[in-house]
């Protein structure tokens, strides 16, 4: 059974840095995409950023761009979310994504979820 563990969520005050970690576990072949998703209280979720195990390929949404980073680690099934320039709308519960055999994760199309991990950023 696919399990995926995230950690690293918690409060800052804007301008402020948090580093999320995903790791993955209980699937025997490497995954082909992996992510992070959020939602804010009384939005939908929405995309952060993805990347392509292989290719290392990584897609960030605007609202992100210049101050989160995805990475990852392969050989620990992890990946990571450095947040930095933190801002009050920034704050949402997080979610880990993977995708096995889905081909895309930037649209959302997930086949496995983790619990999520809150993020709150104070003005």
């Known amino acids: 059974q696919v399990q995926l563990v995230e950690s690293g969520g918690g409060s800052v005050q804007a301008g402020g840095s948090l580093r999320l970690s995903c790791a993955a576990s209980?699937?025997?072949?490497?995954?082909?995409?992996m992510g992070w998703f959020r939602q804010a209280a009384g939005k939908g979720r929405e995309r952060v950023a993805v990347i392509y195990t292989r290719s290392g390929i990584s897609y960030s949404d605007d609202s992100v761009k210049g101050r989160f980073t995805i990475s990852q680690d392969n050989a620990k099934n992890t990946v990571y979310l450095q947040m930095n320039s933190l801002k009050p709308e920034d704050t949402a519960m997080y979610y880990c994504?993977?995708?096995?055999?889905?081909?895309?994760?930037?649209?959302?199309?997930?086949?496995?979820w983790g619990k999520g991990t809150l993020v709150t950023i104070s003005s």
């Open positions: 209980g699937y025997t072949y490497s995954s082909h995409c």
């Open positions: 994504a993977v995708n096995y055999q889905r081909r895309d994760c930037q649209s959302g199309n997930i086949e496995y």
